[in-house]
């Protein structure tokens, strides 16, 4: 094998996925078509989930540091927004951060973990077979192979490599299309007289200014079709009456409602992850969230598999784990675009309007925006087990451990499980049979779950195991439920 995992595209999803692997020691190298990182941003958002899964690898505060914190985000563009501080969350914000620099970050942090990054070189095709993949593709010196025991797309919405694997891509063309805009020059007067408009202005790093715009004129226009920067202006115009004196676009862009979501997101050796596994319309900024939580579930899973520990059927978790994610994603983003879409149709304007201010009263009752928020900020993301513990598949809040200093945040830093042993009943056994799988804690904050002895903590900071008190604690039944997430104790490790 030339490397045990080829990753396919290297923007967030592929870099964390790549960051990730490397932590455990696995050999990755990412395949980039671009000749450069993006310079442009897309994507503006990171939700609560996503700084927790940074902050569960000790670096969420490198991204805090070039971002600034709002706290919530819009749902289906309504006025009142989502209430993310009231989640159970020490993460209750948006960072609000450009893709770009997300994309910096997260470069840094896989190339300290010795990722090879290697930009101009673009997946043409592949071939799978028992043992491993064979990638092939163009680079500057001309046609390379590569041998590898795994191959992930996260090659975005058009995968090469979903499409060479032949993994259906099933759901809805678009059916509305809206602008973005950045521009150098802006009437800042202007901007700050608008009051209330239809079109979203930000500004963005480097002195620019984002302008985003769903136009009825242009709605139908394919979101293959290049913006014009008269376009752009004539829908500024009819929308908030001014151009705010907009010149020097750095970027015009046009984006839809395609939405789809892979049938399966693994093929035996190859997986699929981020936009390569579902397209929406960044309805709630989720996309790029979405990826990077695919990114955690399969790095741990993938790692285990190649350092030799992974337990029959694990690898398999990660597409019934995300999928029903992938679903409720692309519904929530179809129906949030819907009630976006239908005020640009005149025969609908009126009683959509009525149903959107219906909508945004409803905000305002606690449980709604509970609900909503837990699913767009991600924190709700469980992964249910049936006949186990409710907590199981649940994130595990950061509550503090009992060291001085420890979190479950803290505990997972080195991306291995978490044992927490609230009654001194199992820690011997776990630090002995597990050592490098499982890292041990002993006591701390029960306020979350008072009647719990032992947890289990996923290495994505899901909840894999408890034993409650009312179940006594018994060393066989714990080996047996700790294996079947971290592999046979003490197991001499076979590398793949
Ligand atoms: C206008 C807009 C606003 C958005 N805002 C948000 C937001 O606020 N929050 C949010 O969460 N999401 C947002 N999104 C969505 C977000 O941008 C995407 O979900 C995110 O970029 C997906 O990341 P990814 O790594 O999966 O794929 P991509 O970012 O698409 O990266 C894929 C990479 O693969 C490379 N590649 C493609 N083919 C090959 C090949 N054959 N070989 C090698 N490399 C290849 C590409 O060059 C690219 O670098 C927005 C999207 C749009 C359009």
Redesign the pocket.
């Known amino acids: 094998m030339d490397t045990d995992v080829v990753i ?8 964390l996925l790549a960051a990730e692997l490397a932590l455990a020691g696995v050999r990755v190298r990412v ?4 000749q450069r990182r ?1 310079q442009q941003s ?6 609560p989930r ?1 700084i927790e899964i940074l902050d569960l690898r000790g670096i969420a505060e490198r991204f805090l540091a070039l971002g600034h914190t709002v706290p919530g985000w819009h749902f289906a563009g309504l006025p009142k927004h989502l209430d993310f501080s009231v989640l159970d969350t020490r993460h209750g914000y948006t960072l609000f951060l450009e ?1 770009a620099r997300t ?1 910096r970050l997260l470069e840094e942090r896989a190339r300290e973990l010795g990722v090879e990054v290697c930009y101009g ?4 095709s592949l071939a799978q077979d028992d043992d491993g993949v064979t990638v092939t ?1 163009t680079a500057p010196g001309g046609e390379f192979h590569l041998r590898a025991a795994y191959l992930v797309g ?8 979903r499409a060479c694997a032949g993994i259906g891509f099933p759901g809805t063309d678009g059916t509305m299309s ?1 602008m ?1 805009g950045d521009f150098a020059v802006v009437d800042k007067e202007a901007i700050a007289a608008a009051g209330r408009t239809p079109v979203l202005i930000t500004p963005l790093t480097g002195g620019l200014t984002r302008f ?1 715009l769903a136009d009825a004129e242009r709605m139908r226009v394919p979101a293959t079709e290049p913006v014009t920067f008269a376009e752009f202006r004539d829908a500024l115009v009819r929308l908030a009456g001014t151009s705010f004196g907009i010149a020097e676009p750095k970027w015009l ?1 046009r ?1 839809g409602n395609a939405t789809r979501l892979t049938e399966k997101y693994r093929d035996r050796r190859i997986f699929l ?4 596994a579902h ?1 929406h319309f ?1 309805a709630a ?7 990077l939580q ?1 990114a955690m579930n399969l790095g741990w899973k993938l790692a285990a598999d190649i350092n030799g520990w992974a337990p029959p059927g694990l690898l398999d978790t990660y597409h019934s784990e995300r999928f029903p994610v992938g679903q409720l994603v692309t519904d929530n983003t179809q129906a949030q675009t819907l009630l976006l879409e239908l005020t640009l149709v005149p025969e609908y304007s009126r009683p959509v309007s009525a149903l959107r201010a219906m909508m945004d009263s409803l905000l305002d009752i606690p449980d709604v925006n509970t609900r909503l928020a837990g699913q767009v900020s991600a924190l709700a993301t469980c992964y249910p087990a049936p006949g186990e513990d409710p907590l199981v598949g649940t994130r595990m809040p950061d509550i503090a451990l009992g060291s001085p200093g420890l979190r479950v945040s803290t505990l997972l830093h080195a991306g291995t499980f978490g044992y927490i042993d609230f009654s001194g009943a199992g820690a011997a056994q776990v630090a002995e049979g597990w050592t490098g799988r499982i890292t041990v804690a002993a006591g701390g904050d029960r306020s979350w779950a008072d009647d719990v002895s032992e947890v289990l903590v996923r290495p994505d900071g899901h909840i894999a195991w408890v034993r409650r008190e009312n179940s006594p604690p018994d060393a066989a039944t714990r080996q047996a439920r700790l294996a079947a997430w971290a592999g046979t104790p003490a197991q001499p490790a076979v590398r793949r």
């Not at 396919?8 to 870099?15: H, I, K, Q």
């Not at 070189?121 to 043409?124: I, R």
């Open positions: 396919s595209g290297a923007g967030p999803t592929g870099l395949l980039e078509r671009r993006h897309r994507a503006l958002t990171l939700h996503s893709q994309e070189h673009e997946v043409v593709g996260c090659d975005g919405g058009r995968s090469t490599v809206a973005l985003v862009s984006f992850a981020g936009d390569a397209i960044p900024g989720q996309g790029l969230n979405t990826g695919d």
